[in-house]
């Protein structure tokens, strides 16, 4: 039997082609939800929560491929063609998606990432998640700031945060970290390919955010020959919440 992501709708389908949005790393769809909405007035969008986030199924195993089936199986049910966007890890399960030349995907958006494997890791964040004693906080506040404490970064903190979930049944986290921790390197990496996606793209690049280098342009050249780059020059790796006005018109101008 098929697992389907836990998805949101918003808006009416309309002439426009469905967007549908995948989210980061450590997020959810509701991240997305201001986004939506603002990008809802004209066409119907969808977030999902990626497997191992937000309410949707975990699993053992969290590879690109499997990502890009999931949001495969959301495509299926969608009619019409369908726009794809994707932020961070979402962005490279998008990418992955697109290059399987699915006849239904319309175009592609791809925020603040390239196809390539990273050298970093975000293994230090986990284990800081899995190393807390959750049993005791009340508060979303007290586990932000037990973050804080090893992170020193209030925005990181607050955003990991909001995995957090407090229950009288006892405290958990919404996000699957062990299979998350166990699968890093293939988060990080990227799945060789060979096909290319030809359809109009766009890199939207955050100014502040090392992401996206100019050593990555060979790299989205070869796979997306039909691609533009649009720069956020003040905004850091969260680009859409960091920037969100310059972020939703970019899209806008480039679906419209």
């Known amino acids: 039997m098929t697992q389907l992501l836990n998805k949101q709708i918003f ?10 949005i995948a989210h980061g790393l450590f997020g959810s769809g509701r991240n997305w939800r201001a986004i939506a909405n603002q990008l809802s007035r004209d066409r119907q969008v969808i977030t999902v929560d990626m497997r191992n986030h937000g309410d949707s199924f975990w699993s053992d195993s969290h590879s690109y491929a499997d990502m890009a089936n999931d949001l495969a199986n959301i495509i299926n049910q969608i009619d019409g063609p369908v726009d794809v966007l ?3 890890m979402g962005g490279k ?5 697109a290059l399987q030349n699915l006849t239904k995907m319309n175009r592609l958006i791809v925020a603040d990432i390239a196809p390539v494997t990273y050298t970093h890791s975000q293994m230090p964040n986990i284990k800081i998640m899995q190393n807390l004693e959750i049993a005791h906080f009340t508060r979303r506040t007290e586990i932000e700031s037990a973050i804080n404490e090893h992170l020193n970064d209030a925005a990181t903190s607050a955003f990991l945060a909001q995995n957090f979930i407090i229950s009288e049944q006892g405290n958990s986290w919404k996000i699957n970290l062990n299979a ?3 699968n890093m390197d293939k988060i990080m990496g990227f799945p060789k390919a060979s096909a290319t996606f030809n359809n109009n793209t766009v890199f939207i690049i955050a100014g502040k955010s090392d992401y996206v280098q100019a050593k990555h342009y060979d790299g989205i050249n070869r796979l997306f020959p039909n691609h533009k780059i649009h720069p956020i020059k003040g905004a850091g790796h969260w680009v859409h919440a960091e920037a969100p006005r310059e972020f939703i018109q970019t899209v806008i101008d480039f679906l419209n």
């Open 11 to 20: 808006g009416e389908p309309s002439k426009h082609a469905t967007l549908l």
């Open 180 to 182: 998350l921790a166990s």
């Open 86 to 88: 994707g932020h961070s």
């Open 93 to 97: 399960a998008v990418m992955v998606l």
